[in-house]
């Protein structure tokens, strides 16, 4: 599966897949094949930072 490339959708897809399936957002990457800069830029966009204590991507104050 591809990940969506709406951001709203995107940031769904990768928190569940990082919260089920990888112990980080390089094995996520690594694994579909995604650039992690992309995805962060992407999510960015909404104003959603990756934090790697919490395993997923959270909003930014």
């Known amino acids: 599966?591809?990940?969506p490339k709406d951001p709203a959708m995107l940031l769904s897809v990768v928190n569940t897949k990082l919260r089920?399936?990888?112990p980080?957002?390089?094995e996520l990457c690594r694994s579909e094949d995604v650039s992690?800069?992309?995805?962060?830029?992407?999510?960015?966009?909404l104003r959603y930072v990756y934090r790697e204590e919490r395993n997923q991507f959270?909003?930014?104050n």
């Open 1 to 3: 599966m591809s990940l």
């Open 36 to 45: 992690r800069s992309e995805l962060e830029q992407a999510l960015a966009s």
């Open 20 to 22: 089920d399936f990888y």
């Open 58 to 60: 959270v909003r930014q």
């Open 24 to 26: 980080s957002l390089d």
